[in-house]
């Protein structure tokens, strides 16, 4: 079972960053893709990035240019680097893995809180 567990969350000022982690129990660094997700209170979860083995990436376009996307497979290791942000980002961000093949090998951390005010 692979187990995911994000911190760096929290409460930041209009044009601040932060630096969210997301660690992985098991071994994640052949077989999976990461991605980051979040979801705002009564709004759906909506995809913000993800990146596979070989560091290819994609982003959402509303964080396209101030959020950047990266993973040490070394250390089953997963970042989001979030600068300039804005009250919009304010969500809880989620983790994902998600195996290249084999189905149902789809986990979720528990997530993290931004919140992004003045």
């Known amino acids: 079972q692979v187990q995911l567990v994000e911190s760096g969350g929290g409460l930041v000022q209009p044009g601040g960053s932060l630096r969210l982690s997301c660690a992985a129990s098991?071994?994640?660094?052949?077989?999976?893709?990461m991605g980051w997700y979040r979801q705002a209170p009564g709004k759906q979860r909506d995809l913000v990035a993800t990146?596979?083995?070989?560091?290819?990436?994609n982003y959402a376009d509303s964080v396209k240019g101030r959020f950047t996307i990266s993973r040490d497979n070394a250390k089953n290791t997963m970042y989001l680097q979030m600068n300039s942000l804005k009250p919009e980002d304010t969500a809880v961000y989620y983790c994902?893995?998600?195996?290249?093949?084999?189905?149902?090998?789809?986990?979720w951390g528990q997530g993290t809180q931004v919140t992004v005010s003045s």
């Open positions: 990146i596979t083995s070989s560091a290819s990436t």
């Open positions: 098991g071994s994640i660094f052949t077989s999976y893709e």
């Open positions: 994902n893995a998600r195996h290249l093949w084999l189905p149902g090998r789809n986990y």
